[in-house]
C-alpha cells in the first residue's frame, strides 16, 4: 500500500496499482528555468516555473494525453521525463528506477526503453542522412545490431511496420511527403524497442487525411508492442481519441486529470470547460446547440504568474481566497482528479 | 442576397523550374452580400492561392492568372488598373492573415497603421483617423486603445496582433474580408474569441467574409455555405448542412470520417484516406482524386467530373454522386 500512501500526490495510483506497477511515475517534477537580464549583467532576473509541482503516473500499455495551451509547460515536462532537461525538482520513476538519481551509464541504458516523436517531421530528421542511416542510427548508438546486414534487415523491418516500403531506406527525406517522414520519425523511435514513447505534437503538423494515417499506426502499434505513450498535443479531439487518460495543464501545473470520456463529458476544471468549448466540432448542427460563450483574457506570463490558484484571473468561479491558496489535486471521484476548492 | 463576388473558372499558374504548378485549376463560386463562406481543403489544394488571386496579390513571376474572372459587385477585377486595384484592395475587399506579425509592419505603431489606411481611402484627417482608430480598437476588444496606438506589434500578443489585424481589416467599412487561416497560428481559446468577434462584427456590419481553413470544425461552427478543394479545383459546395451531413464527394466523406470527434465515445478507429494528394506539376488526367477514392469506375481515369448542381445549392465532382448517395442514405 506503499504506493498509495501519498494518494493526493499521486494521481492515478490506484489504477495503476491495479494493472500492477506502473511503468512510469512522475513525482512532484519542477523545471525552473532562471532568467538572466542580458549577456553583459550576471544574475537572475527572473525564474520561470515552466513545471510545478507535476505528478502522474502511466501503465504499461496505456496512452496518458497532455493537454494545454501554447507555455503551459507540456513539452517541458516530456523533455524532463526523457532527462533532456535536469528536473529542478522531483522523481521520475520509470520501470521501479529513479532517474534522477541514476549515473550516465545507467541512465543511457534506461534511455533505450524511452523514445521520443517530434512534431516537426521536417526539422527532426538530418535532411543529409538517407532514411536507413536514421533509423539505424539509434541501434549503432547503443550497439545494437553491430553488423550492418543485420541492421540493414532490422530497418527494412521497422519500415514496414510503419507503412513504408522498405526501399524508402536509400531516399533522403526530402524525397518523401510529411506523412512519410513522420513514419520515418516512428520507425527510428521504434528501433531499439522502446516500452515508453513520448508523442511530442506528433500528428499537429499534418494535414487531415495523413494525421489519421499516422493516429492509426501509433494505434496498431501500442497494442502490437504493449507501449505507452505520453501523447503531447493542443489538439483535444485527437487527445481524446487516442488517450485513456488525459490531464490538462495551466501555467505549469496538473488542473485536471481523468479518464478520457470521462474528462470530455464531464469536465470539471473551469479552465477544462473552457477549454473543450471553445473546440469546434465539426457538425454544424452540432454547433448550433453549443453554447459559444468566451473566455476571458489571455493567459498571464510565466515570468510573473497570478499568485494562488494561477487560472483565478480569468476564472468564472473564483472567490478571494483563490488568490492566495494554491489549490492541490482532489480526487473527486474514482480517478478523477481536479485542482480547484470550489467544483 | 444580392451576388458580392463571382468568381468564373479561375485558373492560377505558377511557372517554376519544376514545371508549371496549376495552383488553382477551374475553380467558380459565389459570395453573397453579407454571407460568410467557408473554403476547407488540406496543405497545396490551392485554397490560399484562390484567395489571393481576389485580389491579384499573386506574385508575378513565377505566377499568373491565366485565365477566368472576378467580378466583384459586376466589375472585373482581372480588368482593372492599377489605381482602380488600390482603390479595391483595403477599401472595399480587406485579408486577415494567417500570421499577424508578419503582416502588420513591424517598425511602425499600429496607431500609424491603423491611420494610414484611413487617410488614404477614407480621406481622413489625422485627427479623425485618430479618434476612429480609437473607436475600432475599442470595437475589437483591446483595451486602453489610446496607449496601445502608440504601441508597436512587438508589444502585443498574437492574440491581439490578430485582433488589430482585424480592426485594419474593417476600417475602411469594407464589403467583402477575406480571412486567408486567421487563426491557425493562435491557442484554442484565443481563436475561438477571434472567430466570434469576427462572427460578430461581419454579422452587425453586414460584411461578407470568405474564410479559408483546413479545420473542418471552424467551418462547421461559423460558416454558411462551404466549398471544398482538392488539387487545384472545388469539388463540392452546398450549404454547411449539405456537406457535413450529405456529402457528396467522396473526398468530402473521407475527410469528415478521417477527423476524431470529441463529440463522440472513443473507441472506434478513424477511417483515413489512403495515399497523397497528387503532385501539381504533373498534368492530372480525369479525376486528381481517383487514385485515393473507393468509389472511383473506369470512366474518372479519363474524364475530369464536371461540378454538377444536385439542387438546392449542392454541387459536387464526382460521376458516382447517385451510388454515394444511396449509400449514405441506406447506412442511415
Known amino acids: 500500500m506503499s504506493a498509495v500512501a501519498g494518494a493526493t500526490l499521486q494521481p492515478g495510483a490506484s489504477r495503476a496499482t491495479q494493472a500492477g506497477q506502473p511503468l512510469l511515475e512522475v513525482r512532484n517534477l519542477k523545471m525552473h528555468f532562471t532568467m538572466t537580464r542580458g549577456i553583459l549583467s550576471r ?26 495551451e501554447s507555455g503551459c509547460g507540456k513539452t517541458t515536462t516530456g523533455r524532463c521525463i526523457l532527462h533532456l532537461e535536469k528536473p529542478t525538482a522531483g522523481e521520475i520513476i520509470f520501470e521501479g528506477q529513479n532517474l534522477t538519481n541514476l549515473g550516465r551509464k545507467a541512465l543511457n541504458e534506461k534511455r533505450e526503453r524511452m523514445q521520443v516523436i517530434f512534431q516537426d517531421p521536417y526539422s527532426s530528421l538530418n535532411p543529409r542522412m538517407k532514411v536507413g542511416a536514421i533509423i539505424g542510427e539509434p541501434m549503432k548508438v547503443h550497439g ?40 520515418v520519425g516512428i520507425a527510428r523511435a521504434l528501433s531499439l524497442n522502446p516500452h515508453f514513447i513520448v508523442c511530442d505534437e506528433a500528428v499537429s503538423a499534418l494535414d487531415v487525411s495523413i494525421q489519421a494515417q499516422v493516429i492509426n499506426l501509433l494505434e496498431n502499434l501500442r497494442e502490437q508492442f504493449n507501449l505507452s505513450y505520453l501523447f503531447i498535443a493542443h489538439d483535444l479531439s485527437v487527445v481524446h481519441h487516442l488517450c485513456h487518460r488525459v490531464a490538462v495543464m495551466y501555467l505549469g501545473r496538473l488542473v485536471e486529470l481523468a479518464d478520457s470520456d470521462e474528462l470530455f463529458s464531464n469536465p470539471l476544471h473551469p479552465y477544462t470547460q473552457a477549454l473543450l468549448e471553445a ?37 468564472p468561479l473564483a472567490v478571494g481566497s483563490c488568490q492566495q491558496e494554491v489549490p492541490g489535486l482532489r480526487e473527486l471521484k474514482p480517478g478523477h482528479w481536479v485542482a480547484c476548492p470550489r467544483v | ?70 467580378r466583384f459587385q459586376g466589375r472585373d477585377i482581372l480588368a482593372m488598373s492599377d489605381e482602380e486595384l488600390r482603390n479595391l484592395r483595403g477599401a472595399q475587399i480587406s485579408m486577415v492573415f494567417q500570421e499577424p506579425m508578419t503582416s502588420l509592419n513591424p517598425v511602425l505603431t499600429i496607431g500609424l497603421q491603423l491611420c494610414e489606411t484611413m487617410e488614404l481611402h477614407l480621406k481622413l484627417t489625422p485627427e479623425q483617423a485618430r479618434s476612429r482608430a480609437t473607436e475600432l480598437l ?81 467551418v462547421a461552427r461559423y460558416a454558411d455555405r462551404v466549398y471544398v478543394m482538392y488539387a487545384g479545383k472545388i469539388i463540392e459546395g452546398g450549404s454547411a448542412s449539405d456537406i457535413y451531413h450529405r456529402p457528396l464527394h467522396p473526398y468530402t466523406l473521407g475527410l469528415l470520417r478521417s477527423v476524431p470527434r470529441m463529440d463522440r465515445p472513443r473507441g472506434n478507429r ?41 439542387g438546392g445549392g449542392h454541387t459536387s465532382a464526382c460521376f458516382e454522386k447517385a451510388r454515394l448517395q444511396g449509400l449514405l442514405k441506406e447506412a442511415s
Open chain 1, 43 to 68: 544574475g537572475a532576473a527572473a525564474k520561470i516555473k515552466a513545471v510545478d509541482d507535476v505528478s502522474f503516473t502511466i501503465a504499461r500499455g496505456e496512452t496518458l494525453g497532455l493537454v494545454g
Open chain 1, 144 to 183: 545494437i545490431y553491430r553488423n550492418q546486414k543485420e541492421r540493414e534487415k532490422r530497418v527494412a523491418e521497422l519500415l514496414s511496420v510503419c507503412g513504408l516500403n522498405p526501399k524508402f531506406m536509400d531516399r533522403y527525406p526530402h524525397e518523401m511527403s510529411g506523412g512519410q517522414r513522420q513514419r
Open chain 1, 279 to 315: 473546440v469546434p466540432i465539426p457538425d454544424p448542427d452540432v454547433e448550433k446547440q453549443r453554447a459559444h460563450r468566451v473566455m476571458k483574457g489571455e493567459i498571464p506570463s510565466p515570468i510573473n504568474p497570478p499568485s494562488g490558484c494561477v487560472f483565478h484571473p480569468r476564472c
Open chain 2, 1 to 70: 442576397m444580392p451576388v458580392l463576388l463571382q468568381v468564373e473558372n479561375l485558373r492560377t499558374q505558377f511557372y517554376t523550374s519544376a514545371g508549371t504548378v496549376r495552383a488553382v485549376d477551374g475553380i467558380s463560386y459565389t459570395v453573397n452580400e453579407g454571407e460568410t463562406v467557408g473554403i476547407v481543403g488540406e496543405s497545396g489544394c490551392g485554397k490560399s492561392v484562390g484567395a489571393l488571386s481576389i485580389l491579384r496579390l499573386i506574385p508575378d513571376p513565377p505566377g499568373k492568372i491565366a485565365s477566368g474572372s472576378i
Open chain 2, 138 to 218: 475599442g470595437m475589437v476588444g483591446i483595451s486602453e486603445p489610446e496607449r496601445r496606438l502608440q504601441q508597436y506589434p512587438h508589444h502585443l500578443s498574437g492574440g491581439m496582433r490578430q485582433r488589430v489585424m482585424i480592426a485594419l481589416a474593417l476600417s475602411c467599412n469594407p464589403k467583402l474580408i477575406i480571412a486567408d487561416e486567421p487563426t491557425t497560428a493562435l491557442d484554442v481559446t484565443i481563436q475561438a474569441q477571434i472567430l466570434e468577434l469576427m462572427k460578430d462584427l461581419t454579422k452587425r456590419l453586414g460584411v461578407a467574409l470568405i474564410i479559408i481553413t483546413h479545420n473542418l470544425g471552424v
Open chain 2, 270 to 310: 478513424l477511417i483515413p484516406i489512403d495515399g497523397q494528394p497528387p503532385d501539381l506539376t504533373r498534368e492530372i488526367e480525369g479525376c486528381a482524386y481517383r487514385p485515393r477514392c473507393s468509389f472511383a469506375v473506369a470512366r474518372c481515369e479519363h474524364e475530369v467530373p464536371p461540378l454538377d448542381s444536385v
